[in-house]
């Protein structure tokens, strides 16, 4: 069995090395933006700036740039024990607190009257940004290597009530980012394992001593009415005389967590569930970030558009093949692909149904005879569905969303499944970025349900680059 360190030791040596990186990294870029901007000239002279009656070396105020960009990515929680190591968490506030830092050092700049040049900032922010975010991943390649290992990850019980006690270590099988192995479980039924690879060992009745037993890290609680409040509270004082981890589990899930806000009321940790919005500011936010990504795509990738369009109208037929597909609010459209297929493909689907390797609900084969040999290039790299940025110009479709359904998928839903079309599909999606044809159906909508109820436009630009990754590693392209 996997040997595991106690999750304070290692993250806190985690944060401790991601502390030292993103010194380095700040130091480097404010004072090589100095460098890059002034130079050094000839009698040592510093540049100095002036405003407000009073003048400031520009080394001075590079110091200070260096003091509160670190301070500000401290005082986020960046480093945080519960942000490192998974999620799009700790990028986002990466971000966060470089642009909260630098728009408060503007702000006092004008204040104060003091002329900064706007070059020496310009230089300053994006390549330490940029730097910070590529350090961060880099060290998560490091730490899932290790995890790969047995090392740096975090051995749990989880306890409560069967059927939630196994959902929650469904849950946590299913995301290996998180680092906490579920080693054993807890609940008021009798058995030999919760899951396979997860034994059942001791009752609720003596929680700690079979914990203890156990010689774990954490224990998640998942809920149980044979707990009472009192009791949880002990168990609680008990773990923590003992060094391990109490993580409580909400029955909520699929909810991101900017959407939650813990409130404590009366004694009681209350959880406070923001709704999701599908209309407003955020949303014209995002359109107007479809229209001009996907406007710009089109001029810079015209040459390879045209080049595609005469490669495929070679093997006789159009370039482009036309579906109708189901939008937002259920409202149909037709989407644009370049053609992979020869014609009448169609009319042969249904000599093909058994050999399908799709996923129940979608036809999928590996070796689809009907594919042309330009068209297993396209799909294989997914050029295929450049034409779909007409579809985002037009309105149709966004940059990133679900996957754009089909009619016939559409009047199989269950009525909670039609959340999916609250927003517009997308070129790309969670879908995309995490399995493509691979997924089962039950995963597929579930990640597109994830979305429409956690959107953001940050979490939207780490769906994009992970696209990029995606196709260069032909990850479930068929």
């Not at 730097?131 to 961060?136: D, H, K, N």
């Not at 007409?390 to 016939?408: A, E, F, K």
């Amino acid at each position: 069995m996997a040997t595991a360190t106690r999750p304070v030791g290692w993250q806190r040596a985690y944060g401790r090395r991601l502390a030292v990186t993103d010194t380095l990294i700040v130091i480097a870029a404010v004072f090589g933006a100095q460098q890059l901007r002034f130079g050094q000239a000839a009698d040592l002279h510093i540049p100095r700036i002036s405003g407000g009656g009073f003048g400031l070396a520009y080394t001075f105020v590079s110091v200070l740039v260096v003091v509160a960009w670190l301070g500000s990515l401290k005082m986020l929680g960046t480093r945080s024990q519960q942000r490192v190591g998974g999620g799009w968490d700790e990028y986002r506030l990466v971000l966060d607190a470089s642009l909260r830092m630098f728009g408060l050092f503007a702000i006092a700049a004008f204040l104060l009257q003091v002329d900064v040049a706007r070059g020496y900032l310009l230089l300053a922010l994006p390549v330490g940004l940029a730097a910070l975010v590529a350090s961060r991943w880099a060290w998560r390649q490091w730490l899932g290597r290790q995890r790969a290992h047995g090392r740096f990850l975090a051995r749990a019980v989880v306890v409560g009530e069967h059927s939630k006690t196994l959902h929650v270590a469904r849950e946590l099988q299913r995301d290996r980012t998180a680092g906490i192995v579920v080693s054993a479980a807890i609940t008021e039924r009798d058995g030999s394992e919760l899951l396979p690879g997860v034994p059942m060992i001791g009752s609720l009745d003596d929680v700690v001593a079979a914990v203890e037993h156990a010689q774990v890290d954490t224990v998640v609680y998942s809920g149980s009415d044979l707990i009472s409040p009192a009791k949880l509270r002990q168990f609680g004082w008990d773990l923590q005389s003992r060094g391990i981890e109490l993580v409580v589990a909400a029955a909520l899930t699929d909810v991101a967590g900017p959407r939650l806000h813990a409130r404590p009321v009366a004694g009681l940790s209350l959880l406070h569930v923001d709704s999701p919005e599908f209309t407003g500011a955020r949303y014209i936010t995002k359109r107007a970030f479809d229209i001009i990504v996907s406007g710009l795509a089109l001029v810079l990738l015209s040459p390879l558009l045209l080049m595609l369009t005469l490669r495929v109208r070679a093997d006789g037929g159009p370039a482009l093949f036309r579906q109708q597909r189901v939008g937002l609010d259920g409202h149909t459209f037709t989407m644009f692909k370049f053609r992979s297929m020869v014609m009448g493909a169609e009319a042969q689907l249904a000599d093909l149904l058994a050999a399908s390797d799709g996923n129940g609900m979608l036809f999928k084969m590996r070796d689809d005879p009907r594919v042309t040999p330009i068209g297993r290039t396209l799909r294989r790299l997914s050029l295929d569905e450049l034409p779909q940025l007409l579809n985002v110009i037009r309105g149709d479709m966004s940059l990133v969303g679900p996957r754009p359904p089909l009619m016939s998928e559409v009047s199989d839903y269950e009525a909670w499944a039609q959340r999916r079309l609250l927003v517009k599909p997308g070129i790309t999606g969670l879908w995309q970025v995490s399995g493509r044809s691979d997924l089962s159906w039950e995963d597929s909508l579930r990640l597109d349900l994830y979305y429409v109820e956690n959107w953001s436009l940050a979490d939207d630009m780490v769906i994009i680059w992970r696209t990029v990754r995606a196709v260069v590693e032909s990850r479930g392209a068929y």
